[in-house]
């Protein structure tokens, strides 16, 4: 038998060919072109982790924010019992409408309706896979060409990746450490132009764990009808506060600029692998209606893959019925471990935390680079202490904060402190003899 012929592939490799003598396929430069905090927190985790020594301690996972994984953050019973009678019933095996089911889209609806000056209804609510899955329609209705979108700084590098993709220019604008992480709005004029369509907030905030006022939440709304901006308000997070703050919805201000609300069932039910997003347009002067908005997230809708039938039929229960002692709890066990996440962290010398988180599941740390050695920057300091401690962290740099780290709170308290405990220890093996 012959020999295959040796080809060189689209990268000059050599390789075998059996027949044709050219191949018309690639991947797509968009896709292979991206650096690495393009990757997604997904990406830059496999990497830290892949630095875990595997006859080392057991890992402790205070990178990524999936409480699920701990039995004290297990989901309500009620939850699980409206999904297995969703599956009983037998009317939810096949296909649904492209926007989602219309009793859920309600049901979501009311919920989103709380405390806001009008009322949501069906229509304006499209269920999506996950609040990730918003987000890509979202861009994708947005990115005409030579669009330009405003990210927060730090922020969750998903948008940028996305946008990269998309072909829309991100700029970014800074979260302000000294001043609780606020928006610098100053900085929203100097970065935005005519081809700025629309800006991101994340609220609560990850990665800050902080909440924005609701005299803050006006300032941003009045900036951005300024600048002609809708807003894209990601409240992945929304409820899950445990400071002084009350969480206050983009929404309300929609009379003032109009707002797509991002959001899902992930966090506060405690259930991030059911992938129960959506997207509501909160518009009622109907200026996304009026700029076709809200029709090319319909049309877009009708094409993409829409959430298992079966979980969109157990929103109305789960939304209308899981007890408020079940939310009660899990937001004392977070505010419990914020404690002691920043207590902790104020007693190494070499980290540092400009405020005490008070809502999502994590907590921006700066590393005092002159105070280590052998560490030059975030990108290592993870690195270092998954092989020396299997404790994960994720750097800072791929949000946008070189020297800067995030942490996640949001597992058993026992297993914070040890991890703590680690951090503390690789801290002064690392620290610079004074």
């Known amino acids: ?44 985790l496999d990497y830290v982790m892949s630095h875990l020594n595997p006859d080392g301690k057991s890992k402790i ?68 896979c996950g609040c990730s899955q918003a987000i890509d329609v979202v861009l994708s209705v947005l990115a005409r060409e030579g669009a330009n979108i405003l990210l927060p700084r730090p922020g969750f590098p998903a948008y ?52 924005f006022t609701h005299d803050h939440l006006t300032k941003v709304a009045e900036t951005a009808k300024r600048l002609g901006l809708l ?34 069932i992930s966090k506060k039910w405690m259930v991030p692998g059911w992938r129960i997003g959506w997207i509501a347009t909160c518009d009622p002067d109907g200026i996304l209606r009026k700029s076709q908005i809200t029709e090319g997230i319909k049309k877009l809708m009708n094409i993409v893959v829409d959430p298992a039938t079966i979980a969109q ?46 809502g999502s599941m994590f907590v921006m740390v700066k590393i005092n680079i002159s105070g280590l050695v052998d560490i030059r920057d975030d990108i290592e300091f993870s690195a270092m202490l998954a092989k020396e401690e299997s404790v994960i962290v994720l750097p800072g740099s791929p949000l946008g904060l070189k020297y800067w780290i995030r942490v996640t709170f949001a597992i058993s308290p026992s297993v914070l402190e040890e991890g703590f405990d680690r951090i503390a220890a690789f801290c002064m093996r690392h620290a610079k003899n004074t």
């Not at 060919?17 to 690495?36: D, L, Q, Y």
């Not at 308000?233 to 797509?260: C, N, Q, R, W």
């Open 61 to 128: 996972p205070l990178g990524h924010g999936d409480p699920s994984a701990f039995e004290c953050f297990r989901t309500s019973i009620h939850v699980e019992d409206a999904l297995i009678e969703a599956i009983r019933t037998g009317k939810y095996n096949g296909y649904s409408l492209g926007n989602g089911l219309p009793q859920s889209r309600r049901v979501v609806a009311d919920y989103l309706s709380h405390g806001m000056p009008f009322k949501l209804s069906e229509d304006d609510v499209f269920l999506t």
């Open 231 to 264: 807003i894209i308000s990601d409240e992945v997070y929304a409820h899950i506060v445990f400071g002084e703050k009350p969480f206050i919805p983009m929404g309300f201000f929609a009379s003032t600029v109009p707002v797509l609300t991002l959001g899902s």
């Open 313 to 358: 039929a157990a929103i109305p229960q789960i939304i209308e019925k899981t007890p408020k002692d079940f939310f009660q709890q899990t937001l004392q066990l977070l505010g419990h471990a914020a404690d002691i996440c920043y207590d902790r962290i104020q007693k190494l010398d070499v980290l540092y935390c400009p405020a005490k988180p008070e």
């Open 1 to 44: 038998m012959a020999e295959p012929k040796q080809l060189d592939d689209c990268n000059g490799v050599k390789t075998a060919c059996t027949g044709s003598s050219k191949w018309n396929f690639r991947p797509s430069e968009a896709v292979m072109g991206c650096i690495h905090n393009m990757l997604g927190i997904r990406g830059v």
């Open 160 to 211: 940028e990746a996305l946008m990269a993709y998309k072909g829309i220019e991100a700029r970014h604008y800074d979260l302000v450490p000294e001043r609780g992480w606020e928006i610098n709005l100053d900085q929203l004029h100097a970065i935005a132009d005519s081809n700025t369509v629309a800006m991101v907030i994340i609220n609560p905030s990850n990665p800050c764990g902080t909440i």
